[in-house]
């Protein structure tokens, strides 16, 4: 049996809220409706696909196999409603973006703040990830543009250069290395190393200069960004090799930047699908990145 577009936002909304009265909250809909619907879907697919754990619905594994796609459909239909709206209003409608964390924070703030300024009835839609899920999400059509690292060519992407940057070394205010100018490879190889993904740009690339240099990266901990690294290294847990842009506004009292003598270069990149060229508001949004 088929389910329509109503029956998996109910099912989304039970697994995000964990229970049929949270569900109902982010619909705004009645608890007994929700619970409705709940029965009508499970009788209609033969199957239970929550337990009740301790007051919470909790998902079987026949939710778990079908959210994935659930919450794509969702990103979906917020595009779409996007581009009615647009159509609707003569001039509202939103912009989608997926980026890295590190340039979510450094760069686009002032950027959305200029584009706003220009266009105040767009709503500026902004997703962050890692590299893989913000590359799917532009293929998907769920954000027209996306800002990368490492990407210099795709088969089914336009890569627009953006802007080049380095790694640093973040090191504890209190640490004997915060003491040095810049610091080489050699410097930091002895000491507790925070990895910013060992399958992600920046920690491949730490991991790859270590290696080249004949040295060892003794890894304490692995974070999903640079963020999360600059964090633990302010808690003294190590030190960290973090890209340029995180650190342009220093949010961690306890953690120093310094250069590196081995030059690591970041490029960043700009990227649509090759499938949908981008609409002129975006054009005009990849105007003021580059500007």
Known sequence: MKLNFRQTE???AIVMAGSSSGAARLLNVSQPAVSKMLSQIEAQLGVSLFERVRGKLQPTDQVRLLFEEISKAQKVMRRVNDVADSLSK????ALTLASIPSLAQAILPKTIARFHQEHP????????????ELIEAVLQGEAELGLLVMLTDHPFLTVL???EGRLLAAIPRTHPLAAKTSVALADLSPHPHILVGSRMPFGMLASSAFEQAGLPCRVCADVPNSQQACALVNAGVGIALVDEFTTSNMFWPDVVTRPLKERIGLRTSIVYSRDRPPSPLARHFIDLLRS
């Open 10 to 12: 109910i099912l989304w």
């Open 90 to 93: 003569q001039g509202g409608g």
């Open 121 to 132: 009835e767009i709503v500026v839609r902004l997703d962050t990830g890692a590299v893989p």
């Open 161 to 163: 250069p953006l802007l």
